[in-house]
């Protein structure tokens, strides 16, 4: 079992910037691939950035060039560093570990790959 706590939301103008974090526990963090994904009021949940378990990055091409997944395995967390922020960024940031194996085979915008998530941390961006 895998449990996932995010923090690091909150309400920021347009613009700024913030930092998400997920903690992991219950699990050997590493090496498994996690992921963010977001939901806006009335939209599905979408793929934001994800990390495999090499390290590669995966992000979106809406936050390409903006956003930024990293993260520590020694403190076992996951980061999204969020720059340039619209109001089109504002969801709900939900962190996910990918549980499908191989992890080789890692596909970071199947939502069914994932098998544990957190309870998300709003995001607000302002106009």
């Known amino acids: 079992q895998v449990q996932l706590v995010e923090s690091g939301g909150g309400l920021v103008q347009a613009g700024g910037s913030l930092r998400l974090s997920c903690a992991a526990s219950?699990?050997?963090?590493?090496?498994?691939?996690m992921a963010w994904f977001r939901q806006a009021p009335g939209k599905e949940r979408d793929f934001v950035g994800g990390?495999?378990?090499?390290?590669?990055?995966y992000h979106a091409d809406s936050v390409k060039g903006r956003f930024a997944i990293s993260r520590d395995n020694a403190q076992n967390t996951l980061y999204l560093q969020m720059n340039s922020l619209k109001p089109e960024d504002t969801a709900v940031y939900y962190c996910?570990?990918?549980?499908?194996?191989?992890?080789?085979?890692?596909?970071?915008?199947?939502?069914?790959?994932?098998?544990?998530w957190g309870q998300g941390t709003q995001v607000t961006v302002s106009s």
């Open positions: 996910a570990a990918y549980h499908l194996l191989p992890y080789s085979d890692y596909v970071p915008g199947n939502t069914n790959g994932y098998g544990y």
């Open positions: 990390i495999g378990w090499s390290g590669r990055t």
């Open positions: 219950g699990r050997t963090f590493s090496p498994y691939p």
